[in-house]
């Protein structure tokens, strides 16, 4: 059984996400958070930093599992969005020294392994990395709905010229135009 995990440092955060009844916390229990449950602030903290590319380094990730908040593969998978966010984060998960070859190789068998815990690994970078976002530009906002509407704000859309390929990092593009070729 796999697992996604929400760590330490992100807890308070987490909890002025989330409105629950059940939570522990004075905060979510308070009931002004967005999210109804852990599992959707987690998808949106997960969205939020596939949108701006930026996961968090490996080397980076916290190690100790203690005090972590882990959510079940069964219960985070029924999430809305959790599915799809995990395939397209196994889809863009190549290396920047691999070939298109070799990185659509690596994307596939991921996607396609039945190792859940892998995958879960790697969005938990993103999720991590869009937490910390939060966290770090949560003073900048009134309440904890500003700074929601300020991340979706954050996230631009990718705007280029048709044949300009030098901003698009999707692996699959450069196989597409051999295709096509």
């Not at 920047?96 to 859940?116: F, G, K, V």
């Amino acid at each position: 059984m796999a697992n996604v995990n929400i760590y330490s440092a992100h807890k308070d955060i987490l909890d002025s996400l989330v409105t629950s009844g059940k939570a522990k916390s004075a905060a979510a229990s308070t009931k002004t958070g967005p999210f109804k449950e852990m599992r959707d602030a987690y998808v949106f903290a997960a969205s939020l930093a596939m949108a701006l590319n930026q996961p968090t380094p490996v080397e980076k990730m916290p190690t100790s599992k203690r005090e972590v908040l882990p959510i079940q593969d069964r219960v985070f998978l029924g999430a809305d969005g959790a599915t799809e966010i995990t395939a397209a984060v196994a889809l863009t998960s190549a290396a920047p020294d691999q070939t298109i070859d070799d990185s659509l190789r690596s994307q596939l068998d991921l996607l396609a392994s039945e190792n859940m815990a892998a995958q879960l690994a790697l969005l938990d970078r993103y999720a991590h990395a869009g937490f910390e976002w939060l966290l770090n530009h949560r003073q900048d906002e009134s309440s904890i709905r500003d700074l929601v509407m300020s991340a979706i704000d954050t996230v631009e859309c990718a705007k280029r010229e048709v044949g300009d390929e030098a901003q698009v990092q999707d692996p699959l593009l450069g196989l597409l135009n051999m295709i096509i070729k």
